[in-house]
Nanobody, 114 residues
Framework: VQLQASGGGLVQAGGSLRLSCVASGSIFSINAMGWYRQAPGKQRELVAVITSGDSTKYADAVKGRFTISRDNAKNTVYLQTNSLRPEDTAVYLC?????????WGQGTQVTVSS
């Protein structure tokens, strides 16, 4: 199983980006998909996660600004990021629980300038 993340980039404060992550390989069931982020010198933190039942969970820092969604037919999870702030700058890592095993993508860099 592989996770391929994309959609990061450089954006001004207040801007938006849409991150995507596609799972490929031998997949029977995706239990959950989500995004974590890690900024330089900081611990990895949960950004948002969505379960197979479409339950969602967000970090307090992104509630109301970020929206997670998934396309089951495409084994893809999206993260719509709006009203970006400089403190959102980080490597965003795609995560998936597939057949009850955890997988991580390579990450995509999001840089927000002030």
């Amino acid at each position: 199983v592989q996770l391929q993340a994309s959609g990061g980039g450089l954006v001004q404060a207040g801007g938006s980006l849409r991150l995507s992550c596609v799972a490929s390989g031998s997949i029977f069931s995706i239990n959950a998909m989500g995004w974590y982020r890690q900024a330089p010198g900081k611990q990895r933190e949960l950004v948002a996660v969505i379960t197979s039942g479409d339950s969602t969970k967000y970090a307090d820092a992104v509630k109301g600004r970020f929206t997670i969604s998934r396309d089951n037919a495409k084994n893809t999870v999206y993260l719509q990021t709006n009203s970006l702030r400089p403190e959102d700058t980080a490597v965003y890592l795609c995560y998936a629980s597939i057949d009850y095993l955890d997988y991580w993508g390579q990450g995509t860099q999001v840089t927000v300038s002030s």
